[in-house]
């Protein structure tokens, strides 16, 4: 199985929601990844898990929360956004990362709007 | 520190005409590197990487990509294209600066096929 799952597909947020993404890979990859994307620009990374542990925070604003119960699962928490927050928002995984070479397997995204 | 040009933001060719994709990387030792596929809406699909064995890499539907290191270069090319081919297309080298490892995408190259 070398897929990434990303639940919900679409999300329609108010400013004062709380909501969350999930995301899911069986691969037995010990390296997460979440990842924004705006239209017609390349994805910019947010936070990357490895081994369960966050690694790497790219001074994402407070109102995303990342959590990692397992190392199959990555959830992203979302709290008081903003218009400019909707994105298309990627998971993907890797098998370690920093292995020379690692790969990364992407999810289909979550499609978020906040209105 | 690496880093990723690629050289076109658009490119047209007709169904069954060869695609050449443009991408020039930085790095200042032997680099990974990557082409991956996003249809629209859709996650990206990683067609083929570098791994040093061979300058001549082969990927999936039918695309390749040639290591020149003289050049620089990791441009992607296919001899026919496809209708189904028409997508963004990513170049990626991964970069490992004071310990933490993430990807550098290029801006993308959206490649229209027509008929």
């Known amino acids: 199985d070398t897929e990434v799952t990303q639940t919900p597909k679409h999300l329609v947020m108010g400013m004062t929601n709380k909501k969350s993404l999930k995301c899911e890979q069986h691969?037995?990859?010990?390296?997460m990844y979440w990842y924004k994307q705006k239209a017609k620009k390349p994805p910019e990374l947010m936070f990357v898990?490895?081994?369960?542990?966050?690694?790497i925070n790219e001074s994402v604003p407070s109102r995303f929360s990342p959590e990692c119960p397992n190392s199959s699962l990555l959830n992203l928490h979302l709290h008081a956004l903003q218009p400019e927050d909707s994105a298309l928002y990627l998971c993907?995984?890797?098998?370690?990362?920093?292995?020379?070479?690692?790969?990364?397997?992407f999810g289909p995204g979550t499609r978020l709007t906040v209105t | 520190a690496q880093s990723v040009t690629q050289l076109d933001s658009h490119v047209s060719v007709s169904e069954g005409t060869p695609v050449l994709l443009r991408c020039n990387y930085s790095?200042?030792?032997?680099?990974?590197l990557f082409w991956y596929v996003q249809h629209p809406n859709k996650g990206l699909q990683l067609l083929l990487k570098y791994t040093s064995a061979a300058t001549l890499v082969k990927g999936i539907n039918g695309f390749e990509a040639e290591f020149k290191k003289s050049e620089t270069s990791f441009h992607l090319t296919k001899p026919s294209a496809h209708m189904s081919d028409a997508a963004e297309y990513f170049c990626?080298?991964?970069?490992?600066?004071?310990?933490?490892?993430?990807?550098?995408f290029g801006t993308g190259t959206r490649l229209k096929v027509l008929a």
């Open positions: 790095s200042s030792y032997s680099p990974s």
């Open positions: 990626v080298v991964s970069s490992t600066t004071s310990g933490t490892y993430k990807y550098i």
């Open positions: 898990y490895s081994y369960e542990k966050l690694s």
């Open positions: 691969m037995g990859h010990r390296a």
């Open positions: 993907a995984s890797s098998q370690e990362a920093g292995a020379t070479y690692d790969e990364q397997y």
